[in-house]
């Protein structure tokens, strides 16, 4: 099992910043992807950026050179540094965890940002 803490989420006005972080704990393996994801109220769960134990990076279009995803392997933790937030960023994020065969999501952190 795997769990994740998601933590960093708030409210912040159009053009802010925030930090996510989401630590991992558990039976981890070295060959994972990481990866944060968000749902709006009425919309489908959707990609927001994820990274590879072997370091590579992915990041929906919406997102991209506004958002920053990185790990700390030491810590077990996955951060999304968002700038330049836009009202349409506000959603639940939720951490995901993938290893071959099984998958694992947090319990989610609202960010809201306001117009």
């Known amino acids: 099992q795997v769990q994740l803490v998601e933590s960093g989420g708030g409210l912040v006005q159009a053009g802010g910043s925030l930090r996510l972080s989401c630590t991992a704990s558990?039976?981890?393996?070295?060959?994972?992807?990481m990866g944060w994801y968000r749902q709006a109220p009425g919309k489908q769960r959707e990609l927001v950026a994820t990274a590879t134990s072997g370091g590579d990076t992915n990041y929906a279009d919406s997102v991209k050179g506004r958002f920053t995803v990185s790990r700390d392997k030491i810590k077990n933790t996955l951060y999304l540094q968002m700038n330049s937030l836009k009202p349409e960023d506000t959603a639940t994020y939720y951490c995901?965890?993938?290893?071959?065969?099984?998958?694992?999501w947090g319990q989610g952190t609202q960010v809201t940002v306001s117009s």
């Open positions: 995901n965890y993938a290893r071959t065969g099984r998958t694992y």
């Open positions: 558990g039976i981890l393996f070295s060959v994972n992807v």
